[in-house]
Structures are given as C-alpha cells and as structure tokens.
C-alpha cells in the first residue's frame, strides 16, 4: 500500500477525543473524492476511533500502519 | 410565606395561571431541587427554575468550562472559559433571581456522597452525560425516595423520562438493565450534538420539574419520551415495572449504592 499518492498529510497526536475526528474530518471536506489523505495519529483511542467514524461517513481507509512508538499513519481516500 | 410587592410583579404570569396562583408560586418558593449537571441540559434546566422561582436549586458539576460546551451550554459565556462550570452557572442564576438560593457542588458526585446530597432535595434532575451517573442518581432516588427527572441526548435525538419508584413506578434500571457494552459501534460522531436539541430536551425537565413540584398536570412517569429533531417527532412508549429489576424488582441484588465504571472520552452533554 505503499505507492498510495498521498495529497494532503494532518497531524492529530496532540488532538483527544473527539477533537481528533474534528479535525481529520475538516481536512477531508477540503479534499476532492478519490484524493488520499495521511493522518498521523497516536495509538489508543483516535486509532480505535478515527478510522471507524472516517468508514462510517463514507470513506475508505486504505492502509494503517505503525510510524514509530505509538505514532501510526493511516491513509484514507475520500469518498 | 408572603409574596412581597417585587415577586408579585415578578411572578405575575405564573399567578395568571389557575393552576399555579399565588399558592403555587409560593410552593415553588419553597422548593429544593438537586440538577446534577450544568451543561448541555442542566443549562435550560437551571434558568428556566431559576426564572421561575425554584427557591433552593442545588447544582453540582466537577468540570470546568471549555470552549467546546458553549454551542449548547447557555449558561456559560465565552469570558467563562476555564472557571468551574458550578461558579459560571450560580453567578448567571443569581443575576436573574436572587430570591433563589443556589447551592453548588464542586466535587465530583460518588458513591459515598450521592445519597447525602440527595437526602437534601424533593427532586432529582439528571442533566449528566454518563451511565455510571444515571445509575448512581437513579439508585440514590430509589434509597432516598426522591422523584428523578431523567434526560439524555444523542446527536439529533433525545429523550425524556420521570421515575418515581417510590410511588411504585419503574426506575431507570427497569428502562437499561445494564451499561450497553461500549464499543458496539461508539464512534466520533457519538460526541456531535446540535447545541438546540440539548436546549429543547433540558427545558422538558424543567417543565417535568416544576409540574411535580406545583403538583399539577400528568408526570411522565413510567414512560419513555424520545424526540427526532431531524424529522420533529415525538414518540412516547410505556416503560414496565420489570419484577425481575436488581434495584426495584421483587428479589433486588442492589442493596445499597455501588460504583460503576465507565471509560469514556471526551463526550459529553
Ligand atoms: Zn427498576
């Protein structure tokens, strides 16, 4: 999943919930459908969270994976 | 008691009414309320008893203001910002009616003080946010036999209910036997709310409230009332005595207050 073309990247590590989605949710609105977006986020709740309410609104989340720690990315393409 | 010459200009509308007068408002006067919760519900709840002359509302929230609560927390203002939510509430309160007696709580409600505060007050209003709470006021209620106004919120949605177990009806266990299992679909959107639905739900409690206290109308006891504010229905069901009830039922396991536990996020009302 690695040759993803990622256009647009949000770091949400200092977000809590449900500022998380907040914010994640906003960048997406900004975005075209079909476009990728790479979110940064930490382990725990906002990576239970984030991708169950991005696929409830629609979106696809294409790849999870761990960054470092307990940092992940996840990549989500907007529906 | 005796209205001064001030509270019956102040109270004018309500002795208008046959089924309040003067003997009502004095009632209202005379009454102590417990609102557990000065957010999105306890907000309306608070001013409309406050405005009607509800003479002891206590008040009780551990939480401070945040910016986040004032799209539906109207009785906190921007300036209010990182204040505890009981001292932005009472200051409000006070400037609309001083003859109310507003008592705050700024300690978190527990099993160990539930039942003391409870003790104090005719009535109950659940404005909290969480199950462990509702279990914690309603169980209080049943020990205490005190009446418990009961309201929740979920998005678009709310609902609306008065238990009075002590005059036989059914109590909030009898409605939610047990914590629904988190996790079943909790996502971020559980925490949006429409700041107005709070509003609209709040203000039914307050109506609810000062009913029991004026002793007039049909509470609604023993049923369920819940509100789409997408599709503007309301729908009321019945809720049933479950004898099987751990609180209320005929062979009850809850013999006294316990704690429940709750993890949650942010989300609040
Ligand atoms: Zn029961």
Redesign the pocket.
């Known amino acids: 999943m690695e040759n993803n073309k990622v256009n647009a990247q949000i770091d949400i590590t200092k977000e809590i919930c449900p500022m998380t989605f907040v914010k994640t949710k906003l960048k997406l609105e900004t975005m075209s459908s079909g476009q990728v977006l790479e979110v940064t986020l930490r382990e725990g709740e906002p990576l239970i969270n984030v991708p169950r309410s991005v696929e409830q609104e629609g979106h696809k989340v294409l790849d999870i994976h761990r960054e470092e720690g307990d940092v992940f990315k996840i990549l989500i393409e907007r529906c | 008691m005796r209205l001064t010459e001030e509270q019956i200009y102040r109270y004018s509308r309500h002795i208008l009414l046959p089924e309040v007068g003067g003997v009502g408002q004095e009632k209202l006067l005379r009454a102590k309320v417990f609102c557990v919760g000065v957010g999105g519900l306890g907000s309306p709840v608070a001013l409309y008893l406050a405005a009607a002359g509800l003479g002891t509302l206590g008040i009780a929230d551990s939480d401070q203001v945040d910016i986040s609560n004032l799209q539906r927390q109207v009785l906190h203002y921007t300036d209010d910002i990182g204040k505890p939510k009981t001292h932005s509430a009472r200051e409000k309160l006070q400037k609309l009616n001083p003859d109310v007696n507003v008592i705050v709580y700024k300690d978190l409600i527990t099993m160990d003080n539930i039942r003391e505060l409870v003790k104090e007050y005719d009535i109950v209003i659940d404005g909290s946010d969480n199950f462990p709470t509702r279990y914690l006021l309603n169980d209080a209620c ?1 020990f205490e036999k005190k009446t418990l106004i009961s309201g929740a919120l979920f998005q678009f949605e709310g609902q609306l209910s008065v238990f009075k ?1 002590h005059k036989g009806g ?6 939610y036997p047990e914590i629904p299992p988190k996790g079943m679909v909790p996502t971020c959107e559980e925490a949006g709310i429409l700041g107005a639905v709070a509003g609209t739900i709040g203000t039914m409690q307050a109506v609810e409230t000062l009913k029991e206290v004026l002793d007039i109308g049909e509470p609604l006891v023993d049923k369920l009332l819940t509100m789409n504010a997408l599709s503007m229905s309301f729908n009321t069901v019945k809720i049933t ?2 004898p099987e ?5 005929e062979n009850p396991t809850i013999l006294s207050i316990e704690e429940y536990k709750e993890h949650s996020c942010d989300i609040e009302d």
């Open positions: 049943y177990t059914a109590c909030y266990r009898c409605l005595k479950d009830c751990h609180l209320c039922g």
